[in-house]
């Protein structure tokens, strides 16, 4: 399995350091509020690789933090009047019921930033003791960027010329705007009830410790491979980069993979810029959790992906006939067809996640599958799905089904019992007209979309 670093710039052999385990650390959610769709491509490009990593028999360790304190949370909780807790666990429990809406594996570890908040003051000590890290006038902790050669080398950047020295107290900056990084914040008055006593009196932790403390107490100080979307790429795995290899001495992530943004009309989707949607809203105007997961995994994690409803109306398309497909499939052995769809399904995902082609694999099973009116080949769909989670195998999603639909199946299931066969067959056709197929099994009916 090939995957692209973007601390190297290349097309890298995926390999555990040690074993046969994979320890991967995805940079989580900020739980002020409902995540949007953009949140969850990267989501659900992490779920691609950790589930592709998996296809390929290795294990996966992975830690997925949550910000539970920042600005954003702090601001939140206080205009409302409610503790910081209480306000962000609504959120937090938003973000785990959209996951599996989504049907995004449950990571191993979920640490929440306030449980973890004596491993970064013990890193801020480190660093202080290091001589890479100060107590500026205001009382927060800046981390010395000038003291670590390194500064850049993710986001491939030379900053030597432009190290002036200055101080930037907001978590995000851009490029331009380097300068020492806040590890501590002193306490302010807008800071309300929430505060930590610390060796640098009383304050919060900076969004960037957080991630470095967190992966190397559940990873370790190296492990393997770190993620997020490309915003995070700088400054915030740079500074995470800086913050523990200035404390440990050791390399910190072998790996790093980044994923383009969700845009919307050419924009990436963000709060501040108000273009976005939540899943909730998505949910709302009835589309399902696994149209939204298909459109999301469908485009290469690092090609731009423009949101549009026509996506989604082309995922429903899809997903029906592969349902369709799979529907008329079988167990047993799989025949040579089918296995040659598996191998290049297997090429394309071990090629950098390359899903357009795995996908490619995947309607070339299904067009041979309805050549031979089914066949044995449910177990090649299963191990395709291992990888996408977007089929079905024999279930319908039943609020996809149309209430009046659902009413004829509820009659027609009545009528097959008192084995009333002209009154089924009737029903068939009345659903039928709705544009819907019913098909009797063992089981029962299955209904799918014409
Ligand atoms: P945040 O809650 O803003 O810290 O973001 C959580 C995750 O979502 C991070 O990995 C971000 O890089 C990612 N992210 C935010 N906006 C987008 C977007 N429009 N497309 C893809 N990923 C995004
Ligand atoms: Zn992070």
Same mark, same amino acid.
């Given at each position: 399995?090939?995957?692209?670093?973007?601390?190297?710039?290349?097309?890298?052999?995926?390999?555990?350091?040690?074993?046969?385990?994979?320890?991967?650390?995805?940079?989580?959610?900020?739980?002020?509020?409902?995540?949007?769709?953009?949140?969850?491509?990267?989501?659900?490009?992490?779920?691609?690789?950790?589930?592709?990593?998996?296809?390929?028999?290795?294990?996966?360790?992975?830690?997925?933090?949550?910000?539970?304190?920042?600005?954003? !949370?702090?601001?939140?909780?206080?205009?409302?009047?409610?503790?910081?807790?209480?306000?962000?666990?609504?959120?937090?429990?938003?973000?785990?019921?959209?996951?599996?809406?989504?049907?995004?594996?449950?990571?191993?570890?979920?640490?929440?930033? !306030?449980?973890?908040?004596?491993?970064?003051?013990?890193?801020?000590?480190?660093?202080?003791?290091?001589?890479?890290?100060?107590?500026?006038?205001?009382?927060?902790?800046?981390?010395?960027?000038?003291?670590?050669?390194?500064?850049?080398?993710?986001?491939?950047?030379?900053?030597?010329?432009?190290?002036?020295?200055?101080?930037?107290?907001?978590?995000?900056?851009?490029?331009?705007?380097?300068?020492?990084?806040?590890?501590?914040?002193?306490?302010?008055?807008?800071?309300?009830?929430?505060?930590?006593?610390?060796?640098?009196?009383?304050?919060?932790?900076?969004?960037?410790?957080?991630?470095?403390?967190?992966?190397?107490?559940?990873?370790?100080?190296?492990?393997?491979?770190?993620?997020?979307?490309?915003?995070?790429?700088?400054?915030?795995?740079?500074?995470?980069?800086?913050?523990?290899?200035?404390?440990?001495?050791?390399?910190?992530?072998?790996?790093?993979?980044?994923?383009?943004?969700?845009?919307?009309?050419?924009?990436?989707?963000?709060?501040?810029?108000?273009?976005?949607?939540?899943?909730?809203?998505?949910?709302?105007?009835?589309? !399902?959790?696994?149209?939204?997961?298909?459109?999301?995994?469908?485009?290469?994690?690092?090609?731009?992906?423009?949101?549009?409803?026509?996506?989604?109306?082309?995922?429903?398309?899809?997903?029906?006939?592969?349902?369709?497909?799979?529907?008329?499939?079988?167990?047993?052995?799989?025949?040579?067809?089918?296995?040659?769809?598996?191998?290049?399904?297997?090429?394309?995902?071990?090629?950098?996640?390359?899903?357009?082609?795995?996908?490619?694999?995947?309607?070339?099973?299904?067009?041979?599958?309805?050549?031979?009116?089914?066949?044995?080949?449910?177990?090649?769909?299963?191990?395709?799905?291992?990888?996408?989670?977007?089929?079905?195998?024999?279930?319908?999603?039943?609020?996809?089904?149309?209430?009046?639909?659902?009413?004829?199946?509820?009659?027609?299931?009545?009528?097959?019992?008192?084995?009333?066969?002209?009154?089924?067959?009737?029903?068939?056709?009345?659903?039928?007209?709705?544009?819907?197929?019913?098909?009797?099994?063992?089981?029962?009916? !299955?209904?799918?979309?014409?």
């Amino acid at each position: 399995m090939k995957v692209y670093n973007s601390l190297t710039r290349r097309l890298e052999e995926l390999r555990p350091l040690t074993g046969d385990e994979i320890r991967l650390y995805t940079c989580g959610p900020t739980v002020y509020n409902f995540a949007h769709i953009g949140n969850f491509r990267a989501y659900a490009f992490e779920d691609v690789l950790r589930r592709t990593i998996e296809f390929n028999g290795l294990k996966v360790k992975q830690v997925m933090n949550l910000t539970d304190v920042d600005d954003k !949370t702090i601001r939140g909780a206080n205009a409302a009047g409610v503790a910081l807790t209480d306000y962000t666990k609504t959120y937090k429990d938003a973000f785990f019921a959209d996951l599996k809406k989504l049907n995004i594996e449950p990571a191993e570890v979920y640490p929440a930033a !306030t449980d973890h908040i004596p491993e970064m003051i013990a890193l801020v000590e480190k660093l202080m003791a290091k001589g890479v890290a100060y107590q500026s006038e205001d009382g927060s902790v800046y981390f010395k960027v000038r003291e670590f050669p390194g500064y850049g080398k993710l986001a491939h950047i030379d900053f030597d010329n432009q190290r002036t020295g200055l101080r930037c107290a907001a978590d995000e900056y851009d490029k331009e705007n380097v300068g020492d990084f806040a590890l501590w914040k002193a306490w302010e008055a807008s800071d309300g009830p929430v505060g930590w006593d610390s060796p640098w009196g009383r304050g919060r932790p900076g969004w960037h410790i957080e991630c470095s403390a967190m992966s190397m107490k559940y990873l370790g100080e190296t492990f393997y491979l770190h993620t997020g979307g490309i915003d995070n790429l700088f400054p915030h795995h740079e500074n995470e980069i800086a913050q523990a290899e200035a404390a440990t001495g050791k390399e910190f992530v072998r790996t790093w993979m980044h994923c383009a943004h969700l845009r919307v009309n050419g924009e990436k989707m963000s709060k501040s810029a108000g273009n976005f949607f939540t899943l909730r809203d998505l949910l709302d105007k009835g589309w !399902t959790g696994r149209e939204i997961r298909y459109v999301l995994v469908n485009a290469h994690y690092r090609s731009g992906l423009n949101f549009a409803f026509s996506a989604l109306e082309d995922a429903r398309k899809s997903l029906e006939r592969i349902d369709r497909a799979v529907a008329q499939c079988t167990e047993g052995e799989a025949p040579d067809w089918a296995l040659k769809h598996l191998e290049a399904f297997a090429a394309a995902v071990n090629d950098d996640l390359n899903l357009p082609g795995a996908f490619a694999a995947l309607f070339a099973l299904v067009r041979d599958a309805n050549a031979h009116n089914g066949g044995p080949v449910l177990e090649v769909f299963r191990k395709m799905d291992k990888v996408l989670g977007v089929i079905f195998f024999g279930k319908r999603e039943a609020e996809q089904l149309p209430a009046e639909v659902e009413k004829l199946l509820a009659e027609r299931a009545q009528a097959r019992a008192a084995k009333n066969w002209a009154e089924s067959d009737r029903l068939r056709d009345a659903i039928a007209a709705l544009g819907y197929a019913v098909k009797d099994s063992r089981e029962g009916q !299955t209904c799918t979309r014409k």
